[in-house]
């Protein structure tokens, strides 16, 4: 039986009491207690390393707790594996998507099932995962290949995956960290007909204003300790949530002192570049950003902004157009020289191009600097002088990591994020190219984030600000480019959200404009 609450009349689906895990030199969750009621969003906030993920994965089944009880429908569990987890009702759908994009919808969502056993008739699965899909407003072609999918509509796979195995919990993992604005509204039009329904969801996120849109109660962690448990979303405002958050007050709009823009750093002329299938992404891409301005280029993701970052770094070839950093031409030049000429870059893709998995954090952080002195000595690397000079960065940027010598793959998407700007803006760059700087980081880091980079701003860099949060763009950025499918709309500096908002869906701003005037 479910455990019911005398006072409220409510039902417990889940229930977790003094829960503690410990890895080597972190105590992750220090006696959390976290209940799950039946029918709601309840949200689990906390800084990067609170213990929220751990907690969860708990419950998944992913790791098992040194100390504490699990409770599920008033059963009390210890789950051996996710298999264990999700045959009691618990399903959980990480950040980062686990399919095989070569295989389609519905094997997919089989695939590790006990049936079908031998044969597949895959027209009758078809139907029975599109009936599912109808259900719960989950919009994707059954007989479709992952790789043909959007990146919103490999989440709804993800999620059909546990609907199908029968979850009635479901534990959403920053669910909304790769999805567009059109594709978060959908996400949440789908938890909210799954909560009509009776399912409950975990929602974690840092993003507080999803939170109060989605949630109906939030639980707060802050170092492994519960700070607040399962507060009402209307009883609290999203100032109070930060400070639970991070023990401190937290200035949502940042201070952006005027800066005069001096000579242009980066000059972009009629760029054109393919994706990775060999389609046009950039079609005369034209943009320039100037010494000591912050400017921001919008757009839906997968419009060609990824693409124009890495052809502007020298990840990827230019077919047409031509590159000027410092008034020297970088069209299609070594990595190496545009790191000479001091250009970073914060990649979109922290794990395949911002990082190297495997390597400690040392070994990242130098990656730029290790053949030069002091920490480059011909062909040797100087240790003790590459432990002095990551041990700072890890103290500057506050990385939370058992030691420097740690493999980066065992960091926190947020704290990975920390490594790259660390060795990014410590090599004081001429031209900044950040692609989503503060994707996946809680509150208080993503306002650490943006004071660096209006910093670099005020020290002389030209920074080209590429994000899908319009807010941080308006915030931040003195100029706004917009960009639909590879090509450049219109340029936008008085902050105008509905011409930005237009230019996004495809209308050039002097269409805008015109129809202004008529």
């Known amino acids: 039986m479910d455990q019911v609450n005398s006072t409220n009349g409510y039902k417990n689906v889940v229930s977790m009491r003094g829960i503690i895990k410990r890895f080597p030199g972190v105590l992750a969750n220090d006696q959390v207690d976290f209940d799950l009621r039946q029918g709601e969003v309840h949200a689990l906030l906390g800084e990067n390393g609170a213990g929220k993920s751990t907690l969860m994965n708990v419950l998944a089944g992913l790791y098992r707790a040194e100390g504490g009880t699990t409770m599920v429908h008033g059963q009390v569990v210890n789950f051996g594996s996710p298999r264990e987890a999700i045959e009691a009702g618990i399903g959980m759908v990480h950040q980062h998507f686990m399919l095989v994009p070569s295989q389609s919808v519905t094997e997919n969502v089989l695939l590790g099932l006990d049936e079908p056993r031998f044969r597949m008739n895959l027209s009758r699965y078809n139907r029975k995962i599109e009936e599912i899909a109808q259900q719960y407003g989950l919009h994707v072609d059954p007989a479709a290949r992952i790789w043909q999918l959007t990146v919103g509509e490999q989440q709804r796979v993800e999620i059909l995956k546990m609907l199908y195995r029968g979850a009635d919990v479901l534990i959403m993992d920053e669910p909304t960290a790769v999805l567009a604005p059109s594709e978060i509204e959908e996400l949440f039009k789908t938890l909210r007909s799954m ?72 000059s972009v002329e009629d760029l054109k570049a393919d994706n990775d299938k060999g389609l046009p992404a950039l079609n005369g891409v034209s943009l ?231």
Do not use: C
């Not at 519960?226 to 958050?245: C, F, P, Q, Y």
């Not at 010494?291 to 770094?313: F, H, Y």
């Open 195 to 266: 909560t009509v329904q009776g399912k409950s969801i975990v929602f974690i996120s840092h993003k507080l204003h999803e939170v109060m849109d989605i949630s109906d109660r939030v639980t707060v962690l802050q170092k492994g300790k519960v700070t607040s448990a399962g507060i009402e979303t209307k009883d609290i405002t999203r100032a109070d949530l930060a400070r639970l958050m991070v023990g401190r007050d937290v200035v949502f709009r940042v201070e952006k002192k005027a800066v005069d823009a001096g000579d242009v750093v980066l």
């Open 288 to 518: 320039e950003v100037r010494q000591g301005e912050i400017v921001g280029l919008a757009g839906v993701a997968g419009n060609g902004q990824s693409e124009l970052a890495e052809t502007l770094a020298g990840l990827r070839l230019a077919l047409e157009g031509r590159i000027t950093v410092n008034s020297q031409d970088a069209t299609n030049k070594p990595v190496k020289l545009g790191i000479r000429q001091g250009i970073s870059l914060i990649p979109a893709d922290r794990t395949q191009v911002g990082t190297a998995p495997n390597l400690s954090v040392t070994d990242n952080v130098i990656m730029k600097n290790y053949d030069q002195e002091p920490i480059g000595q011909g062909w040797i690397v100087n240790s003790l002088e590459a432990i002095k000079y990551a041990s700072e960065l890890k103290e500057a940027y506050d990385i939370i990591v058992p030691n420097i010598d740690t493999s980066v793959r065992l960091l926190s998407g947020g704290n990975l994020q920390k490594v790259i700007l660390a060795r990014e803006i410590s090599s004081e760059p001429r031209l900044m190219i950040a692609v989503q700087p503060t994707r996946g980081l809680d509150v208080g880091a993503i306002e650490g984030v943006q004071k660096l980079l209006l910093a670099q701003r005020e020290a002389g860099a030209a920074i080209l600000l590429i994000s899908e949060e319009l807010e941080e763009l308006l915030s931040l950025s003195d100029r706004i480019y917009v960009i639909y499918e590879g090509e450049i709309m219109g340029e936008v500096v008085d902050g105008d959200i509905d011409k930005i908002g237009q230019m996004m869906t495809g209308t050039r701003l002097e269409q805008i404009e015109a129809q202004g005037v008529a």
